[in-house]
């Protein structure tokens, strides 16, 4: 079934940082070659260093100096990137950008490429999470309800308990992020407010067909979307916390209480979808999507 086609694709070098458009993707199992290759550590917790625990992060912008390779590097493999500040100065990863970072933040931190996955030291929580910690994580307050999770695998939960991203990535949970001009739209109706889809950092951002609306891609959970030459599973609805609220001036966007209070009255603190790939290959700006119920067409 026809549901729309590629509008924009996004890579984030750096965990929490605005990312840049690109014309074609490539993806392996672990989401899309060159995203989210560099994150900020934390050098007094000894943990990751990420928007909503540090929100001066989203003010900046990394871009990568050359082209990323063809396929997934780690350490010294991982190229330079350019990190921009909201006054226009930028510095290199490969000069001191930690310490001029850390100047702007306020925080001691420590910029680090991508460890094997091997290296499960690397991605772990220094004191492991239990279920309380991780609603805090995800923005829960004490005495408000709990978002309905089961759709997640317990397993994937019991890993983030453990490591703050699956070890071999900086990903939050999953592969791949999508959001539909659906969503965003039905968003912007109900709440009055501008719902921008860079505030939510997607890697596929698609533009619908015509007659799909509504949180559309909700109805998605447990198929499947083929895409250029790669076929994705639906895997799960993306839980919200503040960051999408929060300011991000790579994009010229202010802080906005309302647009987390839309979410979490409407959807109860879900917007997009998180996707995992089955058959890993390219994909390209202005791919058609089709939704299927099984891997195979």
Not at 113 to 131: C, F, K, S, V
Not at 146 to 167: N, R
Not at 249 to 273: C, H, M
Request: proline share 7%; charged share 25%.
């Amino acid at each position: 079934m026809h549901i729309g086609q590629i509008k924009e694709l996004w890579r984030y070098p750096v965990k929490s940082l605005g990312g840049e458009i690109i014309k074609d993707a490539t993806l392996d199992e672990f989401g899309v070659i060159g995203d989210r290759c560099w994150s900020l550590i934390n050098t007094q917790t000894g943990d990751v260093a990420w928007g909503k625990s540090h929100p001066g992060l989203m003010n900046l912008e990394a871009r990568y100096v050359t082209e990323h390779p063809p396929g997934r590097v780690y350490t010294d493999g991982v190229p330079t990137v350019r990190i921009r500040f909201p006054d226009g100065d930028s510095v290199l990863s490969s000069d001191d950008a930690s310490a001029k970072i850390s100047d702007f933040t306020k925080d001691n931190l420590q910029l680090c490429p991508l460890e094997p996955p091997e290296n499960r030291d690397h991605y772990r929580w220094q004191e492991p999470l239990d279920a309380e910690k991780i609603m805090a994580v995800l923005g829960v307050k004490p005495g408000e309800r709990v978002p309905d999770l089961s759709s997640y695998d317990e397993d994937l939960i019991q890993v983030l308990g453990e490591y703050y991203a699956p070890p071999g990535t900086y990903n939050d949970m999953f592969p791949v992020h999508l959001v539909t001009s659906a969503s965003v739209e039905h968003m912007e109706q109900v709440s009055g407010e501008s719902f921008d889809r860079r505030r939510f950092r997607p890697n596929f951002y698609v533009e619908t067909a015509s007659g799909i609306d509504g949180l559309a891609e909700f109805d998605w959970v447990g198929k499947y979307l083929a895409v250029g030459e790669a076929v994705l599973s639906v895997g799960a609805k993306t839980i919200r916390c503040s960051m999408p609220a929060r300011a991000q001036a790579p994009y010229q966007l202010e802080q906005n209480s309302a647009i987390a209070k839309a979410i979490y009255q409407t959807t109860d603190r879900f917007f997009g979808v998180y996707l995992s790939v089955v058959t890993p290959g390219k994909v390209c700006e202005g791919d058609e999507v089709r939704l299927q119920d099984s891997p195979s067409a």
